[in-house]
């Protein structure tokens, strides 16, 4: 929906995943790009989530390569050296290059900086919704506390660290509401609140790209309206970019800016949202028809 | 009134037929358990004998039994649950306000009290046999609570850690003469370095397979020190392990020992006290490092692990390094008591180090609830202080005969304790947990939300 389109910050070639003799990922390939929203759509099953668990290492590709960068648009051209050099990552003054494939899951959120949530949410009930928020901070507080030694010993730049770390922890708090509730267990908060904390702790690990699964699954129709909203700001304020898995159409079509549909693991459609919403075969795999248009939409498509 | 009657005779009813059922039951239970005994006549033949007041004796106990449960303890039961908690009354607060410092107040002053109570002779067991031996466990269980409590890992074989830093300062006090301050760092450190050895096979492992690779550790390193015999001495064990001294001073009856130039009267009781805050100190500092660390970012990781593995992936948190810390953690402090244990005995064998141990640790940790201090050493306290008064009970003598030994009694207590604080506090004596760090105010955070941890 914005005018003028970012560069391309994720590159995702010829991605195949298999578990034995399924093929949930079949030579999926797109980018995404810097600023953007894209969603990634398809009907159950359709291998979504594990295209999620691939980009942020849950996975290792059977085949394929996830490139994402940062910074300077002149990094892409580092990639084949990158990739022949079988190192995970190339950083360079003013631009760095990750290969995802090459990371394990925590190393993808701590040098790549991608940052994901969840489609059954996945919280600390135990501890407070400001606990949750400085556990996503943990890589820069446990630099401070000198990896745990200076924290023992009481060093004071580990006490300023740590005020810092609160005082970004509220304000993520504010902007998704819940500062009143910052030391109730996060078990006890509403669906829709934990959903969103899930989003705000995400975003403490203040990644370049936020990949998020469903995040309007059970949610009423005022709360994903607000979600949209949080989710613009988030992609106004922070500049960064965000990968969207959905089912709630108001959600997809009203903010993501680019479209990727998958079917049984293959990439059917890849476009703006308009450009989604008539595409026929789109509509035959996913959206529906109304009965009397199946035979227009069979013959359009060539079934 | 008058409705509550018939349901209130109704349930009486109920009450009789399910006491009739238990009775009816019982007798047939118990008919060739306890009413028929076979016992051998002059002429060596079997005879059959009955034994009916027994058997009724039995049966009506059973029958009433279950006769006052329904009448009585149910309906309780019922009440109980629909009661619903009210805030929480003032002279609680006051009280969990100053029960720390009023606990770490009666510890300091107990070898006093006990010295002014029955005199030098008879303090030596006070201190010893009930001070040194709990604070030990107790120490133990702040260790293991931050495997078990805050990593969520479970670990059986946690006793392992104990023996490494036991013959850690043996050996090395028998064969190089070093001091006791010198060999408790080196035994922690030690016994922290087999921790991260357990850890790696384990990583991957959760739950029930955890448990078992734990246990087996556990069993590897005793088995190891009984049939290495040429390091070890096996079963016999190491005798005559250096005791500590008083920065140097040792404590014995010569002209340079600890009495002497103090210009005290030669008492045994000196080297106990001395040893008892000696283990007073370890066990709490192993209480600071455990609170120090909750408030930083690798105990927080550690809780977050045990809440959501998965969740900890996801926000970069290297799980394998932050379970090697635990493991590690852990395992330095049971190498400190270890080697305390080892100095404070002079004699270390293999049986001391046996899976019962871990176990009694183990459950020290689940009773007083797993992750709260004050739990695990209230715990430690009727657990190990409980099966040490048995000892003391000489009056049930006279009650049961002279050859009744209460301490043969101290497994059965200690597992009818479990199981009555597993009914009554599924989750441990403190159960709820405190948050590590507060914006505005500070609540605690009910057991019903924290996670157990899943391995």
């Known amino acids: 929906m914005t005018e003028s389109r970012g560069d391309i910050m994720l590159r995702v070639e010829h991605l195949t995943m298999r578990f034995g003799g399924l093929v949930a990922v079949d030579d999926l390939s797109f980018t995404a790009r810097e600023g953007d929203i894209t969603a990634l759509i398809g009907p159950n099953g359709a291998g979504k989530t594990t295209v999620f668990n691939c980009i942020t290492g849950f996975y290792r590709p059977s085949e394929g390569r996830l490139a994402l960068r940062h910074g300077d648009i002149a990094a892409w051209n580092w990639l084949e050296e990158l990739t022949n050099s079988g190192k995970r990552s190339l950083v360079r003054a003013g631009h760095e290059l990750h290969l995802l494939e090459r990371m394990p899951d925590f190393l993808v959120t701590q040098h790549a900086r991608v940052a994901r949530t969840f489609q059954n949410i996945r919280l600390f009930p135990g501890m407070t919704v400001l606990e949750n928020l400085l556990v996503a901070q943990h890589n820069r507080l446990m630099l401070a506390s000198g990896y745990t030694l200076l924290g023992i010993l009481g060093f004071p730049s580990f006490a300023a660290a740590e005020r810092a770390a609160i005082e970004q922890a509220r304000d993520w708090l504010d902007r998704v509401g819940l500062t009143a509730r910052a030391d109730d267990a996060a078990g006890d908060l509403p669906y829709g609140a934990q959903r969103r904390l899930e989003i705000a702790r995400a975003m403490c690990t203040q990644p370049v790209l936020l990949c998020l699964d469903e995040p309007a699954a059970g949610l009423n129709p005022r709360e994903s309206a607000e979600l949209n909203e949080l989710l613009l700001k988030i992609r106004e304020q922070n500049k960064i970019s965000i990968l969207l898995i959905e089912h709630d159409m108001s959600v997809v079509m009203e903010i993501s800016d680019h479209i990727v549909v998958l079917d049984y693991g293959v990439k059917i459609a890849d476009g703006s949202p308009s450009s989604i919403r008539d595409n026929p075969k789109v509509i035959a795999a996913y959206l529906g028809v109304s009965d009397k248009d199946v035979a227009k939409v069979e013959a359009e498509v060539g079934l | ?455």
Not at chain 2, 250 to 277: H, K, Q
Request: glycine share 10%; net charge positive.
């Open chain 2, 1 to 455: 009134m008058a409705d509550d009657a018939p349901a209130s005779r109704v349930d009486t009813v109920r009450a009789l037929k399910d006491a009739a059922t238990i009775a009816l039951l019982a007798f047939g239970l118990f008919l060739p358990l306890v009413g028929f005994q076979t016992t051998t006549n002059v002429r060596n033949d079997l005879i059959l004998t009955t034994r009916w007041p027994l058997l009724f004796a039995v049966v009506a106990v059973a029958g009433f039994g279950r006769l006052a449960y329904s009448l009585v303890v149910e309906p309780w039961l019922g009440q109980r649950t629909f009661r619903t908690p009210g805030p929480t009354p003032a002279w609680r607060l006051q009280v969990s306000k100053w029960f720390v410092p009023f606990a770490i107040g009666f510890v300091v002053a107990y070898p006093a009290i006990v010295v002014a109570a029955s005199g030098f002779r008879g303090a030596v067991k006070w201190i010893d046999n009930f001070g040194i031996q709990i604070l030990i466990y107790v120490m133990l269980g702040w260790g293991l609570n931050i495997v078990v409590g805050l990593a969520g890992l479970l670990d059986l074989g946690y006793v392992a850690f104990y023996a490494v830093g036991a013959y850690s300062y043996a050996l090395l006090a028998k064969t190089f003469g070093f001091s006791f301050w010198i060999l408790l760092p080196l035994a922690g450190t030690l016994a922290s370095f087999w921790g991260i050895l357990l850890g790696f096979p384990v990583l991957r492992l959760r739950g029930d397979y955890l448990a078992i690779v734990t246990l087996a550790f556990g069993e590897i390193i005793r088995i190891v020190l009984i049939n290495w015999v040429d390091l070890t001495n096996g079963y016999a064990g190491i005798t005559g392990i250096p005791r500590p001294t008083f920065f140097g001073i040792p404590f014995n009856a010569d002209d340079d020992g600890f009495a002497a130039v103090f210009g005290l009267e030669f008492s045994p009781i000196y080297r106990t006290i001395f040893l008892y805050y000696l283990i007073l100190a370890l066990a709490l500092l192993t209480a600071f490092v455990t609170i120090r660390l909750r408030r930083l970012p690798v105990g927080r990781a550690w809780e977050a692990l045990r809440e959501d593995e998965i969740a900890c992936r996801s926000l970069g948190i290297n799980t394998t390094n932050t379970k090697l810390t635990a493991f590690a953690m852990g395992a330095m402090f049971a190498g400190f008591a270890g080697s305390f244990f080892a100095a404070r005995q002079g004699f270390i064998s293999p049986d001391s180090f046996t899976f019962l141990e871990s176990a009694t640790i183990l459950s020290i940790v689940v009773l007083g609830g797993m992750g709260s201090q004050i739990g695990v050493a209230i715990a430690a306290i009727v657990m190990i202080g409980g099966t040490e008064i048995m000892r003391e009970l000489d009056f049930l003598k006279l009650i049961f005969g002279a050859t009744f030994d209460p301490t043969q009694y101290r497994m059965l207590l200690f597992g009818l304790a479990m199981v009555l604080i597993m009914i009554w506090r599924p989750r441990g004596l403190i159960a709820t947990r405190d948050p590590s760090v507060v914006l505005k105010e500070r609540k605690v955070i009910g057991a019903d939300l924290v996670k157990e941890g899943h391995g």
